[in-house]
């Protein structure tokens, strides 16, 4: 099974809700849990040195001279049942991505793609494939806006909430079509979490609507 999880503007937090979904999962979830990050911030949100293999950028980059089975070779330990694809150095090539999706949607392991912002032809071809599709979006008029516009529909929405915000989750599925699976309200301790490097070993309880997600 095949996770994406991705938003139409920067900074919602679609790499910490990635992230925190599949540590969620990995601790439910057999045989274990990888988390492909397209978009380049997973370690820095988990705590991990920067990893130095190839990673996905380098494995698409490749092309068919490169196997299948190459992807477990790039692989970093996070956590128990948890594996990182990092994103690597340079461009993500558009031409293999979705072969990646489908070798991941295919693997007997859940797997969770952060594909940040949609705007990347690798990263939506990911998403395009992915059998959940999981937008990450604040209830703001110009996130709507720009999702509204946007050529992938989600099958699921998780709305990171904020106060003074005047839509609502009901807003959002009103203007997307699309269901909202989890809502995440804006928790000072997650950032914190982060900033310290401790969110895979402190996963907080504000990111427990997250199991629903898919």
Do not use: F
């Not at 925190?20 to 057999?30: W, Y």
């Not at 956590?79 to 489908?102: C, M, N, S, Y």
């Not at 099958?155 to 807003?171: A, F, K, Q, W, Y």
Request: charged residues 20%.
């Amino acid at each position: 099974m095949l996770v994406a999880c991705w938003s139409v503007k920067g900074g919602v937090g679609t790499t910490v809700v990635a992230s925190a979904l599949a540590l969620q999962r990995s601790r439910t979830d057999a045989p274990g849990v990888v988390l492909a990050d397209l978009a380049g911030d997973a370690p820095a949100v988990l705590g991990l040195p920067e990893p130095s293999t190839p990673g996905l950028a380098g494995w698409l980059a490749a092309g068919v001279d490169v196997p299948v089975d190459a992807l477990a070779r790039i692989e970093v330990d996070v956590a128990p049942g948890l594996q990182l694809l990092p994103r690597g150095d340079g461009p993500l090539t558009a031409a293999r991505a979705d072969v990646l999706a489908a070798v991941l949607d295919a693997s007997p392991r859940t797997a969770v793609a952060d594909c940040g912002r949609a705007d990347d032809p690798a990263a939506m071809a990911v998403i395009a494939r992915a059998q959940h599709s999981v937008l990450v979006i604040r209830p703001c008029y110009l996130g709507l806006r720009r999702a509204r516009q946007h050529p992938l529909r989600p099958t699921g929405i998780v709305v990171v909430n904020e106060p003074g915000r005047v839509l609502s989750s009901s807003d959002v599925e009103a203007t997307l079509e699309a269901p909202v699976v989890a809502v995440v309200e804006i928790d000072p301790h997650v950032a914190r979490l982060v900033d310290a490097g401790l969110l895979s070993g402190r996963l907080p309880r504000s990111l427990q609507p997250l199991l629903a997600a898919a």
